[in-house]
């Protein structure tokens, strides 16, 4: 999506935002995202129907700082979220947890639900897809653990019960 993108961002405390003496204790996020920017570029592309459902996933990667003789902001690598907590790495904080750092796992993302303002269906939609996805990624992560073992791949599907 090109710019112009819309966002707005809060921290609480208000305006405690880069004051080193006031403590955050938390902060949100909006952001836009014209559906229609994605539609420019292709030609087939519809606006999503009502009840559709797609993965989307949020990253966001927090550095912890100390602050200089002169006030100024220094980044300290201090790791919060890591398996070994205080490690010298940054943080990573996704909308939907993966299990492990790997934004690019896109079948660990959450859903989106769409709905429509002009057919509103308070309901909530099953999502047919969910069974076969989640025995596919089962058996993909399975035979990856099976290969990562034993360096080769397998035909014998109890074999990969254990993984």
Aim: glycine fraction near 4%.
């Amino acid at each position: 999506m090109e710019p112009p993108l819309h966002s707005a961002t809060r921290a609480y405390p208000n305006n405690a935002i880069n004051q080193s003496g006031t403590a955050n204790t938390h902060w949100t996020a909006e952001i836009a995202l014209p559906l229609s920017k994605l539609m420019e570029s292709n030609p087939h592309a519809k606006k999503p129907a009502n009840g559709l459902m797609l993965r989307i996933n949020f990253s966001r990667v927090q550095w912890s700082f100390t602050l200089d003789a002169d006030g100024k902001y220094e980044k300290e690598p201090c790791c919060q979220s890591c398996a070994t907590p205080g490690s010298a790495a940054e943080d990573n904080w996704v909308w939907a947890k993966q299990g492990e750092v790997a934004m690019h796992l896109p079948e660990r993302w959450g859903i989106l639900q769409f709905e429509s303002k002009t057919e509103p269906d308070n309901e909530r939609k099953y999502y047919e897809e969910w069974p076969s996805r989640c025995a596919a990624m089962a058996l993909y992560y399975a035979m990856k653990g099976y290969h990562d073992k034993e360096g080769k791949h397998t035909t014998d599907i109890e074999v990969l019960k254990l993984y």
